[in-house]
């Protein structure tokens, strides 16, 4: 079973740009999608993006589209988002998941495994 560990969360000012990874271990990622999600305080967590390891498929959510963007590295295991214009109510704790056979839209229900979240702050 994939395991995930979410980096590169920090503290930025809107309009600024970062880049989260998400990388795997312990097992083939071949049929896995990865999903990201964010949980801003107070908020229930939503789903925004995910790609598909085996074609490549990514979805991002209409309300990060043109901002946010999803990538993957294959020889590295990991896969990215990246962030762009960065609003202040982008702020939340960021995860990624890890779905086998999984669609992209992801369904939440395949997940199997969880990072442990990276937080995003973006204040001036």
């Known amino acids: 079973q994939v395991q995930v560990v979410e980096s590169g969360g920090g503290s930025v000012q809107p309009g600024e740009s970062l880049r989260l990874s998400c990388a795997a271990s312990g097992s083939t990622l071949n049929f896995y999608t990865i999903g990201w999600f964010r949980q801003a305080p107070g908020k229930e967590r939503e789903v925004f993006g995910c790609i598909r390891i085996n074609d490549g498929r990514s979805y991002v959510s209409y309300s990060v589209k043109g901002r946010f963007a999803v990538s993957k590295d294959n020889a590295k295991a990991t896969v990215y988002l990246l962030m762009n214009s960065l609003k202040v109510e982008d702020t939340a704790i960021y995860y990624c998941?890890?779905?086998?056979?999984?669609?992209?839209?992801?369904?939440?229900?395949?997940?199997?495994?969880w990072g442990q979240g990276t937080q995003v702050t973006v204040s001036s």
């Open positions: 998941a890890a779905a086998p056979y999984g669609t992209c839209p992801m369904n939440t229900k395949l997940i199997r495994s």
